[in-house]
């Protein structure tokens, strides 16, 4: 079966790459009170970030997080993702603000607040994406595979009993 992991990490970098930049255009035009300079932020760091945060679904896609053989797809990975990502994000963001400002105290305020505004965000898209199978078919019939095997091994005693 092929593996299509890798449209899937473009599906959710583009997903997350427009709602992060919403939130930081809206961020940077309320914090600095310029709503074209809010644009220009958004429009730099739509690009930017779209490159940074595919390498890390790619990289948190390679990391091989399992129990008893089988690769955990929880709530505390994807707080440790929203975590990892928050950090590349909030330090691209202040940066971006600070060189397109002119200001780094601008940039420091925007990606404080971010700070707050992401990982709320990312952490429900993780969610909203843990519920979708586009691109890991493989993983996911394998998981369904090993759970019809209890489900039938369950059947078999229930009709012998």
């Known amino acids: 079966m092929k593996d299509h992991s890798y449209k899937r990490h473009i599906a959710k970098t583009i997903t997350w790459r427009i709602v992060g930049t919403i939130d930081t255009i809206i961020l940077s035009w309320v ?12 429009a730099a760091e739509f690009f930017s970030k779209m490159l940074l945060y595919y390498a890390h679904e790619r990289m948190w896609f390679r990391i091989n997080l399992t129990r008893h053989g089988k690769i955990l797809e929880s709530k505390k990975r994807h707080l440790a993702k929203t975590i990892s990502w928050r950090v590349i994000g909030s330090i691209s963001t202040m940066l971006l603000a600070w060189f397109i400002s002119g200001n ?4 420091i305020k925007i990606g404080s607040a971010e700070v707050v505004t992401k990982m709320l965000l990312y952490y429900f898209h993780e969610r909203a ?6 691109g890991i078919d493989k993983r996911r ?21």
């Open 104 to 107: 780094p105290f601008a940039g």
């Open 31 to 42: 914090l600095t009170g310029n709503a074209t300079l809010g644009l220009q932020i958004g």
């Open 129 to 134: 994406w843990y519920k979708v199978s586009f």
């Open 141 to 161: 019939s394998e998981k369904n595979k090993d759970d019809g095997n209890i489900d039938t091994k369950k059947e078999i005693v229930a009709n012998l009993l």
